[in-house]
């Protein structure tokens, strides 16, 4: 796909990546940004003094290569997941990207597949092409939803070396049954895949959704992913972080770059997570105004998704893109995530929240 209009065709580029566009949610300024899904409470004052505590205390060794192994900080993370797991169990790195990208370098790569069920986070094409991993895209039912029999099905027919689940699903943003997880690894057993699931929103899971951190025991190829970047209000910090069997935690030092968690990434993520209950304490927030936003765009007739995140999935009942614009015209960007008739709006302050709801009721009186 070598066109004129490609800054990129005069370079030596892989066949693959030819013609391919970076990731990237718009980074407009607006006044009231719901597009990303980040925790738009900032971080309390209380915690900001604890990491910039933390950092000065590394930064006069920072002529020092960092703790290659993070020990102190996996002790934490178990620690704060609790379910009987300790440091043997985790690994972390710069977000669950990167995480997600090294468990696809040791269990993916050339001549093997991942299958994740689209739509689904629009970064796991990417982390699969960046790692020579032939991406196959499952199908889910017409309401975006998954069941055990169609998950085990579409795994034994692709034997892949990985499957993504993602819980809640971004975009739609419900979390699975632990039945699908389930009935996933036993239809991989015979291929031995390796199944993920990404729980970067678990702590906004509704009552009663469990996590898929209650499988690990007797799953040796089980692996279930979180990060900072969402509940914890710290995406600009970088950490993302899995729990698994030791082997697994294990297998990733043979792919990570050396030292690749900085001093300062581990000083600030031990401070947040030593104060995670003044982190979390925005969690029911969010909750309230994510129950709210379900509950207000019912009322107008939007059909929402059930969300166990801090984003809500709607069908707009007309052109998204229309809304999309009309609703940034107001100075509120939300989520065109490309499916027709659809849109992700972030949950935020009460505030913004109050002013995404004002948009699209006047949008939709105007219709
Ligand atoms: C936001 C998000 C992540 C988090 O990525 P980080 O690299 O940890 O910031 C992971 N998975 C999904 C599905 C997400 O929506």
């Known amino acids: 796909m070598n066109s004129a209009a490609d800054p990129l065709a005069s370079l030596p580029l892989r066949d693959d990546l030819q013609g391919m566009s970076p990731y990237g949610a718009p980074q407009l300024q607006v006044e009231v940004a719901l597009?990303?899904?980040?925790?738009?409470?900032?971080?309390?004052?209380?915690?900001?003094?604890?990491?910039?505590?933390?950092?000065?205390?590394?930064?006069g060794a920072l002529n020092r290569y960092p703790d290659r192994d993070f020990t102190a900080l996996r002790k934490a993370l178990a620690s704060y997941l609790g379910h009987g797991l300790d440091e043997r169990n985790i690994w972390a790195g710069n977000g669950s990207n990167e995480v997600l990208q090294q468990i696809l370098q040791a269990f993916g790569g050339p001549g093997r597949s991942l299958l994740s069920f689209v739509p689904t986070y629009?970064?796991?094409p990417l982390?699969?092409?960046?790692?020579?991993?032939?991406?196959?895209?499952?199908?889910?039912?017409?309401d975006f939803s998954l069941t055990a029999d169609a998950a085990a099905r579409q795994v034994a027919e692709?034997?892949?070396?990985?499957?993504?689940?993602?819980?809640?699903?971004?975009?739609?943003?419900?979390?699975?049954?632990?039945d699908v997880v389930?009935?996933?690894?036993?239809?991989?057993?015979?291929?031995?895949?390796?199944?993920?699931?990404?729980?970067?929103?678990?702590?906004?899971?509704?009552?009663?959704?469990?996590?898929?951190?209650?499988?690990l025991e007797g799953r040796p190829r089980l692996i279930v992913s979180r990060t900072m970047s969402k509940a914890f209000a710290l995406a600009?910090?970088?950490?993302?972080?899995?729990?698994?069997?030791?082997?697994?935690?294990?297998?990733?030092?043979?792919?990570?770059?050396?030292?690749?968690?900085?001093?300062?990434t581990q000083a600030t993520a031990l401070a947040a997570l030593e104060h995670h209950g003044a982190l979390l304490a925005t969690v029911e927030d969010i909750k309230t105004q994510r129950d709210r936003i379900v509950h207000e765009l019912t009322r107008l007739g939007l059909a929402p998704s059930a969300s166990d995140s801090n984003f809500v999935f709607f069908d707009c009942g007309g052109d998204a893109h229309a809304m999309w614009q009309a609703l940034l015209d107001d100075g509120v960007l939300v989520r065109d995530v490309g499916i027709p008739g659809h849109l992700r709006?972030?949950?935020?302050?009460?505030?913004?929240?109050?002013?995404?709801?004002?948009a699209v009721t006047g949008y939709l009186s105007a219709r």
């Open 35 to 59: 597009n990303t899904n980040e925790n738009t409470h900032p971080v309390p004052d209380a915690v900001v003094d604890a990491i910039t505590d933390r950092v000065h205390l590394v930064a």
């Open 122 to 124: 629009s970064m796991y």
């Open 127 to 142: 982390l699969a092409l960046g790692t020579g991993t032939r991406f196959i895209a499952g199908e889910r039912d017409a």
């Open 158 to 178: 692709h034997a892949p070396s990985v499957v993504f689940l993602c819980s809640p699903n971004n975009p739609t943003g419900t979390a699975l049954e632990l």
């Open 182 to 215: 389930d009935a996933v690894y036993r239809a991989g057993e015979a291929h031995r895949t390796v199944v993920v699931v990404d729980e970067a929103y678990a702590e906004f899971a509704r009552e009663a959704t469990p996590s898929a951190l209650t499988l």
């Open 236 to 264: 600009g910090a970088r950490l993302g972080y899995f729990a698994a069997a030791p082997e697994i935690a294990d297998a990733m030092r043979l792919v990570r770059l050396p030292y690749h968690l900085s001093s300062v």
């Open 345 to 358: 709006v972030t949950a935020g302050t009460e505030t913004e929240t109050s002013l995404f709801l004002d």
